[in-house]
């Protein structure tokens, strides 16, 4: 991806004699050719002079290196599911002092850390980070992560067939967007026929930032009941879905949810996943055998920390 081009600035010497010969100007001016001073001339005076202008002209820079650039992100929603249908966005790189944020003990352990990255770096106007689909933030942290340290990335990841671990390396190049197979309504809700049940299902795709509050909400449930799992799973799909055979009463959605066969659970999970836009992160391993599987790479933290 080409690094954008800002606008040629005016060099810190060039700021300086423009704001020298403005001065001198004004002093210039109050000198009458007589010598008398008129009152309806005003004297030079520490009023004339704007600090916050002087300091705008100041910061500005011309050596490419001390500028701060950015790269046009195309969203793999393509904007279809927004209201301000923004398909791309401005995403400037990460600097020295987005590594120190990364490595804040309290924003990693109350879970904002990447949120606060995210805003800091997204530069178009309009978008709310906790509104973005979760595949189009992925997209965004990939080019933040790839910008930054390089495609490579080494894992641990455990053999299917033995369940014992091994050394990986992944190329993040090699991750592409998934295809929309399939368009949404004019109300931006998707339809999905569950086998078991007999009953056609809406459902809309939801926010990372409902995500993570029904995440949160579950875990505080899970800890309030002393439960020994937590039904994020199920919390989820009571989000996505509005509507069981025209049927859109909340109250009734949840039970019928509760009560639903797995399979008919699967089905509607399988289906939200097909139709959600976003980076496909199922990655071909092999082991040392030759023999190749597939598994899905996690995008939080320790992405952004490369050990080698």
């Known amino acids: 991806m080409s690094e954008k081009q800002e606008p040629k600035r005016a060099s810190i010497t060039e700021s300086l004699k423009q704001y020298k010969e403005k001065i001198e100007g004004i002093s210039a001016g109050n000198n009458l050719s007589n010598g008398a001073i008129t009152d309806t001339i005003p004297k030079p005076s520490m009023q004339m002079f704007n600090q916050a202008e002087f300091e705008k002209n100041m910061t500005k820079e011309t050596d490419p290196d001390l500028m701060m650039s950015f790269e046009v992100i195309p969203l793999p929603s393509k904007g279809l599911l927004y209201g301000n249908k923004i398909s791309e966005v401005n995403v400037e790189y990460m600097t020295s002092k987005d590594e120190d944020l990364l490595t804040t003990p309290s924003l990693i352990e109350n879970g904002t850390v990447l949120d606060i990255l995210l805003r800091r770096k997204i530069k178009t106007g309009g978008v709310n980070v906790d509104e973005l689909l979760s595949g189009d933030r992925e997209a965004i942290i990939l080019f933040l992560r790839t910008s930054s340290y390089g495609p490579s990335y080494n894992v641990q990841v455990p053999d299917p067939r033995t369940g014992i671990a091994f050394k990986a390396t992944v190329d993040l190049m090699k991750l ?45 449930v899970q800890e309030a009941y002393a439960t020994e799992f937590i039904e994020y799973g199920t919390d989820k799909i009571k989000a996505h879905v509005v509507a069981i055979e025209g049927n859109t009463d909340r109250s009734y959605i949840n039970r019928f949810i509760d009560a639903m066969p797995a399979g008919d659970a699967h089905k509607i999970r399988k289906k939200i996943l097909e139709v959600s836009p976003g980076v496909d992160m199922q990655y071909e391993f092999t082991a040392s055998d030759g023999f190749k599987f597939k598994a899905l790479l996690s995008v939080d933290i320790d992405f952004f920390f490369p050990n080698d």
């Open 176 to 220: 592409k967007y998934k295809e929309m197979t399939e368009m949404p309504d004019e109300r931006g809700l998707f339809n999905v026929y569950i086998p078991m049940r007999k009953k056609n299902v809406l459902f809309k795709l939801i926010s990372s930032g409902e995500e993570t509050k029904i995440l949160n909400k579950s875990r505080a």
